[in-house]
Nanobody, 123 residues
Framework: QLQLVESGGGLVQPGGSLRLSCAVS????????VAWFRQAPGKERERVLC????????TNADSVKGRFTISRDNATNTVSLQMNHLRPEDTALYLC????????????????WGQGTQVTVSS
């Protein structure tokens, strides 16, 4: 049974940085794509970044380009999201999700989800 557990969220001032981690258990990560999504109150869930089983990252969120990066370590079954130059509008619950194969944009394509970690950007 594939399970995902996020960590690393918290309160940070605008312009600060956070590094989120998604620990995957129950499977070998090598064949899975893992994505980070975020859900802010009153807004639709948004895919932030995804990394496929070959280590290629993709995003359709223009607001995070140049600020957020995703990486994976198959040896430790961990996917990380490095977030720099954080803005108040980045405040959301951040969730990681996994699917066998390649990345997809829609959250419905990911059958496995973690519980999320809250990120709050505020002065």
């Amino acid at each position: 049974q594939l399970q995902l557990v996020e960590s690393g969220g918290g309160l940070v001032q605008p312009g600060g940085s956070l590094r989120l981690s998604c620990a995957v258990s129950g499977v070998t990560l090598d064949y899975y794509a893992v994505a980070w999504f975020r859900q802010a109150p009153g807004k639709e869930r948004e895919r932030v970044l995804c990394i496929n089983n070959s280590g290629v990252a993709s995003t359709n969120a223009d607001s995070v380009k140049g600020r957020f990066t995703i990486s994976r370590d198959n040896a430790t079954n961990t996917v990380s999201l490095q977030m720099n130059h954080l803005r108040p509008e980045d405040t959301a619950l951040y969730l990681c999700a996994a699917r066998y194969g390649d990345c997809r944009v829609m959250g419905t394509a990911y059958p496995y989800w973690g519980q999320g970690t809250q990120v709050t950007v505020s002065s």
